[in-house]
């Protein structure tokens, strides 16, 4: 399997969306929001997922019609491209509704 095998970057999209999920387990927004590290962490993972995404063909990405693949793409570009402007309340809600659900999307894979 190569780097740009798309089954390398579903996995890839899966573990970096549980270590995401992981980072913010048991956390209250509160904790979340006093956390410099863990906004940093948090949104480089997400970032992650983003990226992997990019390495999916659509061939492949039309077996998965459940992932919301735009969306993510969108995703990473604002965090990428607006790092200066990262809404704090939607990096929470990714983290602990959308990641959630993209893993369930990925159990199999």
Known sequence: MTRRDPAVALRQMRDFA??????????SREQFDRDRTLFLALTRLVELVGEASARVDAETRARYPGIPWRAI?????????????????????????????????????
């Not at 549980?18 to 956390?27: D, K, S």
């Open 18 to 27: 549980a270590e995401a999920v992981a980072l913010t387990a048991g956390l």
């Open 73 to 109: 793409k969108e995703t990473r570009n604002r965090l990428i491209h607006a790092y200066d402007d990262i809404d704090p309340d939607v990096l929470w809600e990714v983290a602990s509704v959308d990641l959630p659900e993209l893993l369930g999307r990925l159990h199999d894979v």
